[in-house]
C-alpha cells in the first residue's frame, strides 16, 4: 500500500497558497479563518520550551509570542503625534483572542487586552476593536468634552493585509526552519501530490 501521507511542511504551504487564493478572489473572512492558524502551527514549533508544569503546552502564549516575533513589526505606530517611539497597536496577545472569538464563535470580540502607555496625569483609556474589509489599518484617540479625562482609542484591522502579513511571516518561517518539519506529515490526502511522488502522472 502506497504511504498517502504528505510533509507537513507541504501541507502548510498547501494552506498558504489557499489563503493567499481566498485574499485574491475577495472571500476574506474565509481567509481570515485560515491564516489565524499560523501563529498556532509555527508557535507550538518553535517554541516548545513554553509549557505548564505539568507538561502540557502554554497555546496562548506561544501564539502570541510567534505573531510578536514575526508579525508584530507590521502593527507598529507612534502613540502620540510627533512621537519617535513606536508601540504595538494589534500585538500577540491581540490576534490570540481574535483567534479564540473568531474560529469558535464567529465574531471579533471586543474586549480585546490593550496596554497604553498614556501618561497623561489622571487619564483612563478605553478601547476599541474592528476588523474592516477593504480598508485601511488605523489608530487614532478621541476624547469627549464631557469627559475630558477619557481617552477612547480605535484600532481598526484590515482583514486583507493581515491574512497576507500571517502568510507572508508563515512562508519565512517555514523557510528558515524546514528541518523542523521534516519528520512530520499530515493525514490529509493530496492526491495529485501522491501521483506526482510516485510517478504515476505519465511525466
Not at 90 to 109: I, P, V
Not at 117 to 131: H, I, K, P, Q
Request: glycine share 6%; proline share 4%; net charge negative.
Amino acid at each position: 500500500m502506497l504511504n498517502r501521507k504528505v510533509p507537513h511542511a507541504r501541507f502548510i504551504e498547501r494552506q498558504i497558497g489557499d489563503v493567499r487564493a481566498a485574499v485574491e478572489a475577495d472571500n476574506l473572512l474565509s481567509a481570515l479563518a485560515l491564516a489565524l492558524t499560523f501563529p498556532d502551527v509555527f508557535g507550538q514549533v518553535l517554541y516548545p520550551e513554553i509549557v505548564a508544569n505539568n507538561g502540557r503546552r502554554i497555546t496562548g502564549a506561544q501564539y502570541a509570542k510567534w505573531f510578536d516575533e514575526h508579525v508584530g513589526t507590521e502593527y507598529e505606530a507612534p502613540e502620540e503625534p510627533g512621537s519617535q517611539e513606536l508601540k504595538n497597536y494589534f500585538n500577540g496577545s491581540m490576534c490570540w483572542k481574535l483567534r479564540c472569538a473568531y474560529l469558535h464563535e464567529g465574531k471579533s470580540d471586543n474586549d480585546y487586552p490593550y496596554e497604553s502607555s498614556d501618561t497623561r496625569s489622571g487619564s483612563e483609556c478605553e478601547f476599541e476593536f474592528e476588523l474592516a474589509l477593504h480598508a485601511c489599518d488605523a489608530i487614532g484617540d478621541m476624547t469627549d468634552s464631557t469627559t475630558p479625562n477619557l481617552v477612547k482609542r480605535h484600532v481598526r484591522i484590515d482583514v486583507g493585509k493581515l491574512c497576507s502579513r500571517l502568510c507572508d511571516a508563515a512562508e519565512l518561517c517555514l523557510r528558515d526552519n524546514a528541518g523542523r518539519f521534516d519528520e512530520a506529515t499530515s493525514d490529509v490526502l493530496d492526491l495529485p501530490y501522491v501521483i506526482r511522488l510516485y510517478g504515476m502522472d505519465g511525466r
